[in-house]
């Protein structure tokens, strides 16, 4: 195992460098912007293509191998096999669309695909695990920002491919062959394990607030210029010139360790005796020789607290756990909600199952539309189906952003579940893909902005509250196994639904009675039954995170009671 990095200034180094990963995990949100030459120059139907973009969305999520590697190994070898399955799945796609090599068959090009976007699970757990364990008290901030860039990525790449690569899917799919691999082999040095910081204080809050702000002023800017592009058609100086621009945003993050190179600050670690050691395998072996801590909580908190955590536990029970915490009796317990489970633990909890099915619903309905935005748009007449893109990735982005900040703020404040957003999110989602079904002149852009927020509210409300109810020990793995709603969501809704849909009406409108021909469909028909089946669906979503927010309502009134977030006493296993 490596030594963890201590300093103040290297997990801001790292979470600078953080950035460019995780714009350059977010390749999976290219798929609509090569799909069209998927269908056009290898002659594939809506329901092959959609099945393409299954295989996209199996490949981007399916991360429990990358869940446990990140428990086993430093994350540069994490990193290292995520840009390997880069190179080597996008090169198989650029053969074929760049008609290189002929007649490549359909399973080839599936299973290529799953192998490109599955770098995406390696280079995003890879930097998410590391940085929440390095800032363990600003899990909600940290997420944000992470999955915002991420969520940010589409855009950037849509700015790259509009402006520097022409438009040219052919000439993209070399650049995510190439260019994500080396970008990640320059940044994989600098994403390591660090000492964590336990405090969260002015200075550190200004530099979330720093980068939070910077990413915003980043996503205005490729919307814009991506908006622009058609109207005003750059010249090939004034692509150049905006890429240099969105470079240099993209490196803002990279100033706060700069500052802190230049003007050093001496910072005053107050004695915290009730800090436990950090539940990562690196952090329990790096500090392994610090000394003793004393428990979270005194005895006489931890009755007062124990009353609303436990759930109706006997008092004898508490007494036995409270001696166990003071070192009486060595006895091996289960862990309790806000403790470090293992997996096999954490999978016979009904908040566990719970909270996947609420993050299912939304991300499974959203990466449906997300699979299908171009045909979405060209069935209602619209030609640009790129600023749709960039439209739904910079609210994608402002939503798991601004989720991330929000939730933060009300669960210090008011010591409000994070889960409760997700419900808001979904009923704003009900509304929304009724008004996709209505395809009423005027809105699709509108409700595309709407989706993108709520979608993007989901990724950065999920990673911190099961990072807060099953801890941050085996965090890879839980995170990952919530992300297989992703996948799931898109092969039932987009595979099976949408797609069959799409080439059955189709078949109605050129008076076929095959819907494999490769065949646009116009109007709002083509979609409308989809996007009642996925308000529905949201629906049962937002029952259920209201169901789930009542449970671990106590829970948070433990984690935050104080204004500030408590680890929790590790359990023995």
């Not at 950090?278 to 124990?306: F, H, I, R, V, Y």
């Not at 915490?325 to 719970?354: H, M, N, Q, S, Y």
């Amino acid at each position: 195992m490596a030594n963890l990095k201590a300093g103040t200034r290297p997990p801001w180094l790292g979470l600078g460098a953080a950035v460019w990963v995780q714009i350059a995990s977010g390749n999976a949100y290219n798929f609509p912007l090569y799909s069209h030459s998927l269908k056009s120059v290898l002659g594939f139907s809506q329901l092959q293509l959609t099945m393409l973009g299954v295989a996209n969305d199996i490949g981007e999520n399916v991360g429990l191998l990358p869940g446990i590697a990140c428990n086993k190994f430093p994350p540069w070898i994490v990193l290292s096999i995520g840009s390997f399955a880069c190179f080597l799945g996008y090169g198989v796609l650029w053969l074929a669309v760049s008609r290189t090599v002929l007649n490549l068959p359909y399973w080839l090009l599936w299973l290529a695909l799953c192998v490109a976007t599955n770098s995406s699970a390696w280079l995003n757990t890879a930097v998410l695990v590391t940085n929440m364990r390095n800032f363990p008290v600003s899990r909600g901030t940290v997420a944000g920002i992470l999955k915002g860039y991420a969520g940010l990525s589409a855009a950037v790449f849509t700015e790259i491919y509009s402006t520097i690569l022409r438009k040219s899917s052919p000439n993209l799919l070399m650049f995510l062959s190439f260019g994500v691999p080396i970008l990640c082999v320059l940044m994989m040095y600098f994403v390591r394990a660090c000492t964590p910081t336990f405090s969260a204080d002015s200075t550190e809050r200004g530099h979330f607030l720093f980068i939070q702000v910077s990413s915003v002023v980043l996503g205005l800017y490729v919307l814009t210029t991506t908006i622009l592009d058609p109207i005003l058609h750059f010249s090939a100086e004034v692509s150049y010139a905006i890429l240099f621009g969105m470079v240099v945003l993209l490196m803002a993050p990279l100033a706060i360790p700069v500052k802190m190179t230049i003007c050093p600050s001496r910072i005053n670690t107050p004695e915290m005796p009730n800090q436990p050691v950090a539940p990562s395998d690196e952090t329990l072996q790096g500090e392994g020789n610090a000394g003793k801590t004393e428990p979270l909580l005194t005895s006489s908190e931890s009755a007062t607290c124990l009353g609303s955590f436990r759930e109706g536990d006997e008092a004898s029970e508490v007494a036995m756990l409270l001696a166990e915490g003071e070192g009486a009796v060595k006895k091996k317990r289960r862990p309790k909600r806000g403790e470090d489970f293992k997996f096999t633990e954490a999978v016979i909890k009904a908040d566990f199952w719970l909270l996947f099915l609420v993050y299912f619903t939304g991300v499974g309905s959203g990466v449906t539309v997300l699979n299908n935005l171009a045909q979405i748009g060209i069935a209602q007449g619209v030609q640009n189906t790129a600023i749709l893109l960039s439209l739904f990735s910079f609210c994608n982005f402002i939503g798991r952003l601004g989720g991330g900040v929000v939730s933060e703020h009300f669960v210090r404040s008011k010591l409000i579940p994070r889960t409760l957003w997700m419900a808001c999110s979904q009923t704003i989602m009900v509304i929304t893909y009724l008004l996709f079904a209505s395809a009423i002149n005027g809105t699709l852009y509108a409700a595309t902005a709407l989706l993108g927020i709520c979608y993007g509210v989901q990724f950065s409300i999920m990673i911190p509250t099961v990072s807060e109810l099953f801890g941050l020990k085996h965090f890879g793995i839980f995170y990952n196994f919530m992300s297989l709603g992703n996948p799931l969501g898109a092969f039932l809704f987009s595979g099976l639904l949408a797609g069959y849909i799409y080439d059955t009406e189709a078949a109605k409108q050129h008076g076929l009675g095959l819907i494999s021909s490769s065949i646009s469909c116009i109007g709002p028909n083509c979609f409308r039954l989809t996007f009642l089946v996925l308000a529905g669906l949201c629906g049962v979503g937002s029952v259920a995170s209201i169901v789930l927010t009542k449970r671990i309502w106590p829970v948070y009134q433990v984690l935050y009671g104080r204004g500030s977030f408590r680890l929790p006493q590790t359990s023995n296993h």
